[in-house]
């Protein structure tokens, strides 16, 4: 549907030939705030993507129309930057960081949109980097492999948009497998594919639909207080470069050098760690209760240690927790809104989905959104 609207908003505006590349968002198992600490991630690529019909303008010119925001801006490749709208930082910061790492990029004419809910935690915003960082990639014969443009997009984000995020989400919008999920290692960028087999249980998603203005300030004020721990350690053991190199044991001792809620933050960190690692070998004994056992204990650590939960995604892990088939729920994504990702019993499905909406709408006044979420496979280019 989205993908028809952006092919016929191209046919009508720019009467061109065109090439269209799609990028995924992305949900999270379990590894909240531990790509930006050098930690472990549990993510897998969705069926929801950013579609991008594009082609060569011929001259320095850039034109990008997003269809769902029905809005169009126009600038020069090579020229300063001009007033944007938000949404226009990605492909423009997409665009800067290419030229930035040697990159011949031309001119071009771009529609894109999507069906990636924007503010569920879905990472639409890597889905817009990522398909435009495959696109430039191909239309100008850039030669850059997967992992540098997602760095590229990651680069976007920090330089352009302003959030100093990790690179989970452009790396699973990339390297995104049907039926798996990836266990990365954000240090090293080694990954493996887990096949994401549930047996009884489904993974659903619940929406908030609270979008929280403050959140990528307090974002960026998470990962500095990540930073500030790590260089408090470093003072006494310099060969600790980042939260991965730490202990709970560590933490401990530096406490009265951390301070109460850098201590909180890091040690959240730390544990969190050894549940992706943990939730990996459950899911490779096929251990679905253990997986789901270590999704509640990190949305407790979310909530209680990091302070990025909010009561309305409270609200729907409480209601996960005390209700019979759901064995796992937490918060995902950056947090202070967003999606619940819940692991739940085919059979307690309906009445789960009733039961959370109603709990919702009487303490909040409006419902909350159900997605049933499937697997999908990483960016690139599909036939027009
Ligand atoms: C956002 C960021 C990611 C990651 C998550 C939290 O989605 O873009 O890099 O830090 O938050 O795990």
Known sequence: MQESKVKDA????????????SAPGRINVIGEHTDYNDGFVLPAAID???YLAICPAGDRSAHIVSVDFDDAVAFDVDGAQPDLPHWALYPYGVVRELQADGHEVGGFHAVFGGDIPTGAGLSSSAAIESAFAAALNELFTLNADRFTLAKTGQRAEHNYVGVRCGIMDQFASFFGKEDHVIRLDCRSLEHEYYPLQLKDYRLLLIDTQVKHSLASSAYNARRQQCEDGVEAVRERDPSVKSLRDTTLEMLDEHKPLLGEEVWKRCSYVVE?????????AALLRGDTEKLGALMFLSHRGLRDKYEVSCKELDLLVDAAEETEGIIGARMMGGGFGGCTINLVNRSALDAFRQKTSDAFFKAFGHHPLFYDVNTGDGAGESLT
């Open 10 to 21: 191209f046919e009508t505006l720019f009467r061109k030939d065109y090439r269209l590349f």
């Open 48 to 50: 929801k993507k950013i």
């Open 272 to 280: 969190e760690n050894q549940r992706v690692l943990d939730a990996c």
